[in-house]
């Protein structure tokens, strides 16, 4: 599984932003608890030992201050440390047995934590609702990055659980798939990399080069399937793709291929001409076989931000999307808009495309995703 | 779906402006409010972060003055700042093109854009800067990427370097300064391959071509609907690179464009022009106050008005004026107003510009209304005879079925046309006698007219919009469209006067 520790060292290292982050925020209120409380603070000491405990217990000299504060812990601003939970703290430092920073969970570091989602493209509801669901029972609590970003990846991990699937595969031959999207996306690519994975499978493939707009689109996909060693059917420039598409799943038919991969034109979603196109495809299709597309795949660029949603809910309603494929992971993109469209659209992520090689397409793995955009080591 | 960010900050400071006076409370919050809608607009943090803080920094200590609400004011000082910051120096869409032959450099990821930019950036240089220009495509790694360039050349009419197979970028590179030397051609432009800011080898690869050539311009190609990347990926490119400037493509589409905002402050390079569709000719230079007020809420206006006045000829604008003014609006005009709508990019295009009609526009294709219906009412007009569109009120029933018929239309059609007609009229009317000319005479002429252009940025002063008045109009849309949805074509009109009412 090298494509697995490819993505993965691309991930982490696109990461690190996050992961810096995360230790800037915790240290920030870590160092509070060095002024103000300094023998509870376990970073320095090395191998804490059950001593502190007492003396925490009578921690309220040195900060009396803190008394007050303590009964009404939400509605303090300040990102104080909550000297009341003195067994936990000493349980959890003990654990980690080297020097840990720890802050307590309370409004900023949230805030903080929020912006630090926003910034891998998460968008600003999906990251508030992930960090309530962390902070929910937790709050108050001394937490270290590793803690943090467990929690994070594990809620990113449940949100993403159940949209991480391969693409369906029925014994209807021939199977069509339809892939669309916006301009410079990568359908064709994407194209390419699955007929030959699909090749390798030991299906027949036939691709119809359906992009009959651009220049030397159909050039472009041609090559793919010399390299993927699949049949490309083409049509002149400026021609109608619906026509070309027609022909294709006679052609496809005849020979009795499996699958039948169509490429479209990119198109941005609020094109209603160019949206009306892509309607004319379906119904083209739909007079060869009433159930085609069996898939229709939306390619999202990761580099993209909040329009994802867009581009998913007018391609979901225009086009009816069963899958999305997201491609350029292998950037510095985080891919957390994925986050946002799981949690709001709920649809399928069946391949992530890390590189330009033929074979730089891997399937999603929910896990591996939120520990790379968490930058969790496991 | 998100509301877009001028709809979002209008919502911001419309529950401002029901506030007494700017409290730095006040501040606090609509600021609060300008940060997410800027990040919910894909604008990187960080630069949200500063941009709402310099903001906070001109705000707190302004006093209020008594003619403006506080969500004005904000407004304001938010509009001012984002122009401040998305103005770079010197002539946007300027290039150092001087002495020839001067080398382009096109970078940017993939899929951004390039080859598509470099093409349209060509047919600019050939026909409006009257420039020989050839075009080459190092980009030895996309299949079809050089064909791709070439047909483009042969679309647009612009010479490309012919493909030789097997040689590298520098090589291409070197190739093409000497063909522009011995072909004495002004410009030439190199679309580099997409490359990611983090491929090593591929940046190496452009810095060498950029040695090679030495180029006078390197412009990056950035999707304009990049996300939180965009800060990572403009660092990366002008620090290794270092660019000259910035194109933003897919503007066209409805991604909020705060990529242009990121890009801005973090490179401090201009944004030299945006991509506005798939057609060569769609590049426009970067125009800072359009974008700030779009980003604002105000619409486009600046390009409604510059549409208008391609489309719309002054003469005739100045007799309809004069016509609404006495409050006559009969089927002629109702047809010229048609006629201009669908001119100027037809309903979705004209509301996609105007403040505040985002939310409508989208209504409106919810509810299936499109331009074949303007078309088909004037089809209902020109079935007409000369005395019945000028006077519309003669129309009895046998008139009416034998209009229908022409038109291939229903009576219920035409009878909504009607009723649309009277609408507007008497809006009209209304109009005439509150403005008592002048007012009127100066939103027409704003509108429609070349001489009243002078007074048209004033009216742009976004501390001179009024929201609510922006509301009013809008529902006036609203209104003009209830209970009647095939009749959408109707509502524009009067939602255009009431545009000008505001002022």
């Not at chain 1, 900060?63 to 504060?69: C, L, N, R, T, Y």
């Not at chain 2, 400071?13 to 006076?21: E, N, P, V």
């Not at chain 2, 360039?149 to 612009?158: A, E, M, N, S, Y």
């Not at chain 2, 400037?245 to 503007?251: A, E, F, Q």
């Amino acid at each position: 599984m090298a494509f697995f520790q490819k993505l993965k060292d691309r991930l982490l290292k696109s990461s690190s932003r996050l992961e810096e982050g995360l230790d800037a925020i915790v240290e920030e209120g870590g160092e509070e608890i060095r002024e103000e409380a300094p023998e509870t603070e376990p970073s320095e000491t090395t191998a804490p030992d059950p001593a502190p405990e007492p003396v925490e217990d009578a921690a309220p000299d040195p900060e009396p201050v803190q008394k007050p504060a303590m009964p009404k812990p939400a509605l303090d601003p300040a990102p104080e440390p909550r000297a009341d939970k003195p067994g936990l703290l000493q349980r959890l430092a003990g654990r980690a047995g080297k020097p840990v920073v720890r802050r307590a969970l309370d409004d900023d570091m949230l805030e903080q934590l929020e912006e630090l989602l926003i910034a891998s493209d998460m968008g600003v509801d999906t990251a508030l609702r992930v960090t309530a669901n962390i902070a929910e029972g937790r709050f108050g609590k001394q937490l270290s990055t590793q803690e943090i970003k467990r929690l994070l990846a594990d809620e990113i991990a449940r949100v993403m659980e159940p949209v991480a699937r391969p693409l369906p595969i029925y014994p209807k031959t021939p199977q069509v798939v339809l892939v669309v999207g916006v301009n410079g996306s990568g359908k064709t690519t994407t194209i390419g990399k699955l007929a030959s994975q699909f090749r390798a499978a030991g299906k027949s493939v036939v691709i119809a080069a359906g992009d009959t707009f651009r220049a030397a689109a159909v050039e472009q996909l041609q090559i793919w399937g010399d390299r993927a060693g699949v049949p490309v059917l083409t049509a002149p420039e400026g021609s109608d793709p619906a026509s070309l598409a027609f022909d294709a799943m006679t052609k496809a038919q005849a020979e009795g291929a499996d699958l039948l991969l169509i490429d479209t034109a990119g198109r941005l979603q609020n094109r209603a001409d160019l949206m009306e196109e892509l309607a004319k495809i379906v119904r083209v299709i739909r007079k060869k076989d009433p159930e085609a597309p069996h898939n229709t795949l939306l390619v999202l660029d990761a580099t993209t931000g909040q329009n994802a949603l867009s581009q998913v809910e007018t391609f979901q309603k225009l086009a009816n999307v069963s899958g999305l494929v997201m491609t350029k992971l292998d950037g510095t993109a985080k891919g957390g808009v994925l986050v946002a469209l799981a949690d709001r659209f709920g649809l399928p992520i069946h391949a992530i495309g890390v590189g330009e090689k033929i074979d730089d397409l891997a399937p999603f793995d929910p896990e591996e995703f939120a520990a790379a955009l968490t930058g969790l080591e496991t | 779906m998100f509301e877009n960010l001028s709809e979002r900050l209008s919502g911001v400071f419309d529950r401002l402006s029901k506030q007494g006076a700017l409290s730095d409370e006040d501040v606090k919050t609509a600021l609060r409010e300008v940060r997410v809608a800027l990040l919910e607009a894909d604008v990187s943090l960080p630069v949200a972060r500063d941009f709402v803080k310099a903001v906070q920094d001109k705000a707190t200590g302004q006093t209020v003055t008594r003619s403006v609400t506080p969500g004005q004011q904000v407004v304001k000082i938010v509009h001012d700042e984002l122009v401040h910051v998305l103005a770079g120096e010197g002539e946007p869409g300027e290039l150092k093109i001087d002495n020839a032959p001067a080398p382009i450099l096109m970078v940017g990821l993939q899929g951004s854009g390039k080859t598509t930019t470099t093409g349209k950036l060509a047919k600019r240089l050939t026909e409006k800067n009257g420039k020989r220009v050839l075009m080459a495509s190092l980009d030895i790694y996309r299949p079809a990427a050089m064909e791709q360039l070439r047909v483009l050349g042969q679309q647009i009419g612009v010479d490309t370097l012919p493909i030789v197979p097997g040689e590298n970028a520098v090589q291409i590179a070197k190739r093409a300064k000497q063909q522009a030397t011995l072909g004495g051609y002004d410009v030439y432009m190199l679309d580099t391959a997409g490359r990611l800011q983090i491929a090593q080898t591929l940046m190496q690869e452009i810095e060498d071509v950029r040695d090679a050539v030495n180029p006078r311009e390197t412009l990056l190609v950035v999707d304009g609907l990049t996300g939180q990347v965009a800060v990572e990926v403009a660092e990366e490119f002008d620090g290794k690179i270092g660019i000259s400037g910035v194109v933003l493509t897919r503007m066209d589409g409805d991604g909020r464009g705060g990529a242009a905002l990121s890009m801005r402050a973090v490179t401090g390079k201009p944004i030299k022009f945006v991509g506005l569709g798939e057609k060569m000719d769609a590049l426009e230079t970067f125009e800072p106050d359009r974008i700030a007020g779009r980003i604002l809420g105000m619409g486009d206006i600046v390009a409604l008005v510059e549409k208008a006045q391609d489309t719309i000829e002054a003469e005739q604008a100045e007799r309809m004026m004069k016509r609404f003014q006495k409050g006559r609006f009969n089927m002629n005009d109702l047809k010229m107003q048609l006629e201009q709508m669908i001119k100027m990019g037809g309903m979705e295009g004209v509301m996609g510009m105007m403040p505040g009609m985002g939310k409508m526009s989208k209504q409106m294709q919810g509810a299936g209304i499109d331009d074949t219906v303007l078309k088909q009412q004037i089809a209902l007009i020109q079935s007409m005879t000369k005395m019945e569109r000028a006077n519309p009120q003669i129309l009895q029933a046998s008139r009416k079925k034998r209009i229908a018929k022409g038109a291939g239309l229903e009576v219920s059609d035409l009878n909504k046309l009607l009723k649309m007609q009277r609408q507007m009229a008497d809006m009209m009317k209304k109009m005439g006698k509150m403005g008592k000319g002048g007012m009127l005479k100066q939103a027409m002429s704003g509108m429609f007219g070349k001489g009243g252009m002078p007074d048209v940025p004033a009216g742009m002063d976004p501390g001179q919009m009024d929201p609510k008045a922006l509301e009013q109009a809008a529902k006036q849309l609203g209104s003009g469209k209830g209970g009647m949805p095939g009749l959408g074509g109707s509502s524009l009109p009067p939602g255009l006067s009431g545009f000008g009412k505001k002022k």
